[in-house]
Structures are given as C-alpha cells and as structure tokens.
Nanobody, 115 residues
Framework: QVQLVESGGGSVQAGGSLRLSCAASAGIGGINAMAWYRQAPGKQRELVATILSGGSTNYADSVKGRFTISRDNAQNTVYLQMNSLKPEDTAVYYC?????????WGKGTLVTVSS
C-alpha cells in the first residue's frame, strides 16, 4: 500500500502562485509513475501533470508553461509548482501514484483562484 497526503492548497488571486506537495509513505524512487489530477465541481477528473520514475514529465495543454511537476526522492515527496494561476484552475487537486499497475489516490487539496 502507498499512502499519499497532499498539502499546500488554499485561496489565491489570479496571477498568483501556489506549490502543492504530496508526501508518500513509500520511497517514490520505487514507484513507476506519479501524477497530479484535478476535479472541478460537476466535471470529471482530469490529468494535470505526470512524472515517471526516470524523471520525464508531461503536462496538460491547459497548464503547460505555467505548472511544473517535480520529485524529491530523498523526501518521498512530489511537488506541483503552479504559477500564473487563473480562475479556471480552481479545483480539488489529487495526488496519484501507480505501482505495478495498482493506483493510489490522496484525499485531495482545494485550490481556489479568485479574479
């Protein structure tokens, strides 16, 4: 089992920045892939960013150039740096980990971006 705990959510004005953290109970160096998803009210959960064990990353077009996903294997933590935030970024953000085909989810952290 992999337990994930997100933190860093909150309220910010448009154009501001936040950094989300996801602390894992297992060494993330041994986890095949980790990702951030988000879900706004009434919408399906969408993939925001992924980072693989080798360090390669991918981003949704809507956040490319504004968000950066990174990992610190020594701290067992994955981060999502969010810059130039827009109101449409408002959502609950979830950390996700995949290990040998089994997925694990955090409980989520709310990000609210005001105009």
């Amino acid at each position: 089992q992999v337990q994930l705990v997100e933190s860093g959510g909150g309220s910010v004005q448009a154009g501001g920045s936040l950094r989300l953290s996801c602390a894992a109970s297992a060494g993330i160096g041994g986890i095949n892939a980790m990702a951030w998803y988000r879900q706004a009210p009434g919408k399906q959960r969408e993939l925001v960013a992924t980072i693989l064990s080798g360090g390669s990353t991918n981003y949704a077009d809507s956040v490319k150039g504004r968000f950066t996903i990174s990992r610190d294997n020594a701290q067992n933590t994955v981060y999502l740096q969010m810059n130039s935030l827009k109101p449409e970024d408002t959502a609950v953000y979830y950390c996700y980990a995949n290990r040998y085909g089994i997925g694990f989810w955090g409980k989520g952290t709310l990000v609210t971006v005001s105009s």
